[in-house]
């Protein structure tokens, strides 16, 4: 049959077959018009998608009338129904029924015009299904012309078979099934439906999907939702899970299991001087692991705070105990009395070996915080303790000192301490002298840590320039909050930040609110001030128990250390990271970097210090022309 073009279409596939209309064969009315069901379709019933007027049109006989097309106008599923048929009225019955099925003539064929239903381009035979189905079998032809003829006949066949496995017409839609035309039976004209690029496939075929990426994304993408919302759900729920700590109780839980983590470090202590002045340093009358608060002299005396019942129950994990000796001795006997004050701190560690060890290194005191053991570290507390020898420094490391207050409440002949700094007694001296700044180098050579509590502004600032390692503040609080000399100074504490060195801060509540009292919060005040200035990585703790009679209300001694951590808590700003923080990992970083110092110097041969500085008091000295 020869095949007539028209301009229906943009392609060879979208074409329309037409005969002039004299040339029919003649009018069947619709009402009476039947053919057998195609093979192919014999299973299949399916409803007249659209609603037609019972007569007075055409039907074209199968080998008058044909199309070969590819459609774009499909049919809903839910036209579709199970009921009788045969109690339907004519027009709404499909192919198992009425040979004529609709024309598969698209938006963009009619150019967006209205087509009646007299156009012979609304209806197709069904003769002509079972044609196209067998003409690839009876043609003998086959690979892509096989392909494309029966996907024509496919695309045109509103039946639902499979086709001999090629699929029916849903597996070939691409308009939208939700919208039907509109029917005007008055006029006999419907409107088609736009082609709807999104609207989905009802088919099956793996070669439609394969052509269909659009519907491959609709359902690929609940996937990917889906698991994009468990990875995410995986990586928030442990931070949802750790929610903040709500009561006390729970805040000091928190902290009981920061501190098994990390070392609670306190910078200063005063309990072998009060072992000195209580028992003139004869060990065998202290029972330290007995509760000293209910033993006199130490029941009686408001500068004793410490035992290690009170230790364990503070959850300390490492003390620096002040090998101090008083002022007085300056010139005197003090080199002697500091050799004894770090004898008895050996001694007392040595005797209750089974809660404290001696340490000397970062090494040593992480290993017994390991072991469930009290490191403990010797600090030597006044630059007089030295009798003005280097000598006498490094007989000081050996014996395990690891931190060196260069002054106490008196000047030296090479530094300047606080009081000096208030009575103005030495305002043109410099913060330190030639010999002092060979001692700040020679604590840098050895790997002892420089300890600036006690001295003056000037002195701070002379030492921060002066050493090469990170220095401390063993026992010091914030000088904008409580205005004494002993405090530390802004601009130092900017300083200090720049040298990574830590301030340790005190609970002697003359440091803390300039007078007698004092609680917690104000504690948390010089903390939170110093944190504000130098940063979080610059804070400690350095209470200074044992040499201090005034407390604050809730530190009254050193079982109360988690108390204070588990308050910072309750503040937002303060993490867990920041309460290990505060709590020792920085002394921890400092003194290993000031290993560091000590042992790059020790690459590097760095001579120790031959400085020599004579004692004001010849008189005491041999040897002294």
């Known amino acids: 049959m020869h095949h007539l073009t028209d301009s229906y279409g943009p392609g060879p596939q979208e074409r329309v077959h037409q005969l002039h209309r004299s040339s029919l064969i003649e009018k069947i009315p619709y009402d009476t018009y039947f053919t057998q069901m195609p093979d192919c ?216 299991r920061i501190l098994t983590e990390i070392p609670l470090i306190d910078g200063h202590n005063d309990l072998p001087w009060n072992v000195r002045k209580f028992v003139h340093n004869q060990l065998g009358e202290v029972n330290l692991s007995s509760d000293l608060g209910r033993v006199d002299p130490w029941a009686r005396s408001d500068w004793s705070h410490t035992d290690i019942p009170r230790l364990r129950a503070g959850l300390v994990g490492a003390q620096f105990w002040s090998a101090y000796v008083p002022c007085g001795a300056a010139q005197l006997n003090a080199v002697q009395l500091s050799l004894e004050q770090i004898d008895v701190i050996r001694r007392l560690a040595e005797m209750n070996a089974h809660h404290l060890t001696l340490v000397t290194s970062v090494k040593g005191l992480l290993e017994a915080h390991r072991d469930g053991k009290i490191a403990s570290l010797i600090g030597v507390e006044g630059g007089h303790a030295l009798g003005n020898s280097l000598g006498v420094l490094r007989t000081f490391y050996g014996l395990g000192a690891r931190y060196l207050t260069l002054t106490h409440a008196c000047d030296t002949s090479w530094a300047i301490c606080s009081v000096g700094e208030a009575n103005d007694t030495q305002e043109n001296a410099p913060g330190l002298s030639e010999f002092g700044k060979a001692v700040v180098k020679e604590l840098n050579r050895l790997g002892m840590l420089v300890d600036l509590s006690h001295v003056s502004t000037k002195t701070m600032k002379a030492a921060l320039q002066t050493t090469r390692a990170p220095v401390i503040f063993s026992h010091s609080a914030a000088r904008a909050l409580c205005n004494s000399t002993r405090n530390v100074p802004d601009d130092v504490l900017r300083s200090l930040a720049a040298n990574d060195g830590i301030v340790m801060i005190p609970f002697y509540t003359y440091f803390i609110t300039c007078n007698s009292t004092a609680t917690i919060r104000d504690v948390i005040a010089h903390i939170n001030h110093i944190r504000g200035v130098a940063g979080v990585n610059h804070v400690g703790i350095g209470a200074g128990f044992d040499g201090i009679n005034f407390t604050p209300t809730g530190l009254e001694d050193v079982s109360k250390y988690p108390q204070l951590l588990a308050a910072l808590l309750e503040d937002s700003s303060w993490t867990e990271d920041d309460v290990k923080k505060l709590a020792g990992l920085n002394l921890l970083r400092v003194f290993k970097k000031v290993e560091q110092v000590r042992d790059e110097w020790q690459k590097a041969a760095i001579l120790p210090e031959e400085k020599i500085s004579l004692l004001e008091n010849a008189a005491c000295t041999y040897g002294v022309s």
């Open 41 to 256: 379709c014999a299973n299949t019933e399916m409803l007249d998608p659209y609603p037609r007027p019972s007569s007075g049109f055409t039907a074209y006989p199968d080998d008058i009338y044909s199309q070969d097309m590819t459609s774009t106008f499909h049919y809903s599923q839910s036209r579709m129904g199970s009921e009788d048929l045969s109690i339907r009225p004519q027009s709404q019955i499909g192919c198992a029924s009425d040979s004529r099925c609709p024309s598969r003539v698209g938006y963009e064929d009619t150019l967006g015009s209205y087509i009646e239903q007299t156009d012979p381009r609304m209806y197709r035979t069904t003769a002509n299904c079972i044609k196209d189905t067998t003409s690839a079998t009876t043609k003998g032809v086959c690979g892509e012309e096989v392909e494309s003829n029966m996907q024509r006949h496919v695309e045109g066949c509103p039946c639902t078979c499979n086709h001999m496995g090629y699929g029916n017409y849903m597996d070939y839609q691409r308009t939208c099934l939700t919208e039907l035309p509109d029917v005007t039976p008055s006029s006999a004209i419907i409107r088609l439906p736009p082609p709807c690029m999104d609207s989905p496939s009802s088919g099956s075929s793996k070669d439609r999907r394969e052509r269909n990426p659009r519907k491959r994304c609709r359902v690929l993408a609940p996937v990917f939702l889906l698991v994009s919302l468990l990875l995410l759900g995986g990586l928030c729920l442990p931070l949802l899970l750790q929610t903040a700590p709500i009561t006390h109780q729970q805040r000091l839980d928190v902290i009981r």
